[in-house]
Structures are given as structure tokens and as C-alpha cells.
């Protein structure tokens, strides 16, 4: 089952005037669940407006957006914020963290936004906090935290309301290469445990990671390409049930 269909997707920025800018010039792309996709491309390629339509952040200015099997492209504001809360996880390059808050309070946010009962939020963040192997720091707030369990817990932000995808623009920008192996990990693990995974990167070592590459040149699809071959860990950490 196709989680996300792009049929011929077009959108265009008003710059003033009679300035246009050509973001995506009919896009088409399907993606299955449990697909592991890594999308890429050159500055201006299309790549980050292309990320921001599946993530519903923004619309399309034509074309069709189906998101399990919903047309999205006709869903208003208060039911585009739902499917983002909901059905979709992000996990950016600069965390997006609230600094005063520990880590089992940011992983919490995405349930109260949701109105799931502080009780049952706090079971799900411990949790989730547990299985991206942070059991220990759940009151440790951001700046007690290294970068690469920053990153963690936005991870497992991301993870707790249990998302039909996984959505994450180059989450190793702000790493060493040490950490954002780890993190390359953590995202191996989560798609042998069934998840949807897009990653958004211009790094060429961290799209080896997925199963399919769709490169972006000037708005349009480039290549569309099954990896035969892709560098796989055999020390990933488990995740608990």
C-alpha cells in the first residue's frame, strides 16, 4: 500500500511582479510503506518544497497529494495540522528543542497538542524515550544533553505518536560524523521495526543509508533508483517492545 502518491505536482512562488519561481514542475512519486527513501539534491533543486507538501507544511499550486489514500491537496488548515500531529514525525537539523523543558517534556508535546491525558503521555514518552536507548536522561534538559541525544529525543518526538512516517531533513547537519553514524542507526533500526522512513540530504554517505534514492534537478524528478546495495550495521541498538 502506497502511504504517499504525488501525481504531477506543481508549485510555483509569486515573487512580485511578473516573477515566478518554479519550484516542482509536475512531480509524480509514489512511496510504500516501510520504505526506507532518501531525497536529494543540488540548492534549488526542489527538494525542501517537495519535503514541506509531503510533511503538509505547505500546498501544492496544482497536482494531487494523496496521503493514505486521503486527498490531502482539499483538506483545510485545522485538517492539515491533524495529519502533521498525527500521522506525521519530524525530525529536523536543529532539533527544534524548548530549552527549558527535559527531555520526557518535549518528547510529551506532540500528545498534549494531540489530547492524549497527562498520564497516558507520560507512559508514552518514557517509552519512547526508552527506546531510543534514553531511559536514563528523561529529565535531563537540552543543554545537558551531547548533540547526538539532542537529536535522540527529537527523535523520539518524532516517534511518540506513533506516525505512519517519519520525516527528517538532514538530521546529521549539526553532528560529527560519529554521532550522525549512531543517528544513521537509530534510523536502520526504526525501518527494520516497520517504519516509513524520508530523509531529506544533500550528503551523499547518509543517502547510502536508504533503499531508494529520488534526486531532484531544477523541479523535476532526475532519478527514481532501487539501491542493490547499501551499507547496513550489524551493531544497531535494539529497540525495546
Given at each position: 500500500m502506497n502511504v504517499i502518491e504525488l501525481k504531477n505536482i506543481v508549485k510555483t512562488y509569486d515573487m512580485g511582479g511578473a516573477e515566478e519561481v518554479h519550484?516542482?514542475?509536475?512531480?509524480?512519486?509514489?512511496i510504500a510503506k516501510n520504505e526506507y527513501v532518501a531525497i536529494m539534491g543540488p540548492s534549488g533543486s526542489g527538494k525542501s518544497t517537495l519535503m514541506n507538501i509531503i510533511g503538509c507544511l505547505d500546498t501544492p499550486t496544482s497536482g494531487q497529494y494523496l496521503f493514505n489514500g486521503v486527498n490531502v491537496s482539499e483538506m483545510d488548515d485545522n485538517d492539515l495540522a491533524k495529519i502533521r500531529n498525527k500521522e506525521i514525525g519530524f525530525v529536523f537539523?536543529?532539533?527544534?528543542?524548548?530549552?527549558?523543558?527535559?527531555?520526557?517534556?518535549?518528547?510529551?508535546?506532540?500528545?498534549?497538542?494531540?489530547?492524549?491525558?497527562?498520564?497516558e503521555r507520560k507512559r508514552r514518552a518514557h517509552e519512547t524515550l526508552a527506546n531510543v536507548q534514553l531511559g536514563d536522561r528523561v529529565h535531563h534538559k537540552p543543554n545537558e544533553l551531547?548533540?547526538?541525544?539532542?537529536?535522540?529525543?527529537?527523535?523520539?518526538?518524532?516517534?511518540?505518536?506513533?506516525?505512519?512516517?517519519i520525516l527528517a531533513d538532514e538530521?546529521?547537519?549539526?553532528?560529527?560524523?560519529?554521532?550522525?553514524?549512531?543517528?544513521?542507526?537509530?534510523?536502520?533500526?526504526?525501518?527494520?521495526?516497520?517504519?516509513?522512513?524520508?530523509?531529506?540530504?544533500h550528503e551523499p554517505d547518509i543517502a547510502d543509508h536508504a533503499i531508494r534514492v529520488i534526486r531532484l534537478r531544477d523541479g523535476h524528478v532526475e532519478v527514481d533508483t532501487l539501491v542493490s546495495k547499501r551499507r547496513t550495521y550489524t551493531t544497531a541498538p535494539a529497540m525495546a517492545s
Open positions: 519550484a516542482l514542475c509536475g512531480v509524480s512519486v509514489s537539523q536543529t532539533f527544534n528543542l524548548l530549552p527549558r523543558s527535559d527531555a520526557l517534556h518535549n518528547v510529551e508535546l506532540p500528545l498534549i497538542y494531540a489530547g492524549v491525558s497527562a498520564s551531547s548533540g547526538g541525544q539532542r537529536q535522540r529525543v527529537a527523535v523520539a518526538r518524532a516517534l511518540v505518536t506513533r506516525p505512519s512516517i538530521p546529521t547537519g549539526n553532528l560529527d560524523s560519529k554521532t550522525g553514524d549512531e543517528i544513521m542507526m537509530l534510523f536502520e533500526e526504526l525501518h527494520r521495526a516497520g517504519n516509513t522512513i524520508i530523509l531529506v540530504t
